[in-house]
């Protein structure tokens, strides 16, 4: 059906920066959402970032001013740069899309995860 394959997670100092990208891929009509989550252990999911098809882009209040979310929808790619690390965003992040099949299913696709660690 689907497969989303996330990359650039890491360790990064405070203060730096990484940018993650999430590639989607399989029997793909159209894709509305794409995004991201977190979730650290015992936690629960929390929406770090979302741009729809359209444009418009949400945010959580949290990480405002410091991640970008952009998409390449040539591609099927959505990419999140973050910015400004801080210890509290050390999570494991999940990619989202909202897929439309070419047998126009709708399924909702999750990646497998990537850890982004923010520790000196």
């Known amino acids: 059906q689907v497969q989303l394959v996330e990359s650039g997670g890491g360790l990064v100092q405070p203060g730096g920066s990484l940018r993650l990208s999430c590639a989607a891929s399989?029997?793909?009509?159209?894709?509305?959402?794409m995004g991201w989550y977190r979730r650290a252990p015992g936690k629960e999911r929390e929406l770090v970032a979302t741009?729809?098809?359209?444009?418009?882009?949400n945010y959580a209040d949290s990480v405002k001013c410091r991640f970008t979310s952009s998409r390449d929808s040539a591609k099927n790619t959505v990419y999140l740069q973050m910015n400004s690390l801080k210890p509290e965003d050390t999570d494991v992040y999940y990619c989202?899309?909202?897929?439309?099949?070419?047998?126009?299913?709708?399924?909702?696709?999750w990646g497998q995860g990537t850890q982004v660690t923010v520790s000196s």
């Open positions: 989202n899309a909202e897929v439309v099949l070419t047998t126009r299913d709708a399924v909702d696709g």
């Open positions: 399989g029997s793909i009509f159209s894709i509305n959402a």
């Open positions: 741009i729809t098809s359209g444009g418009p882009r």
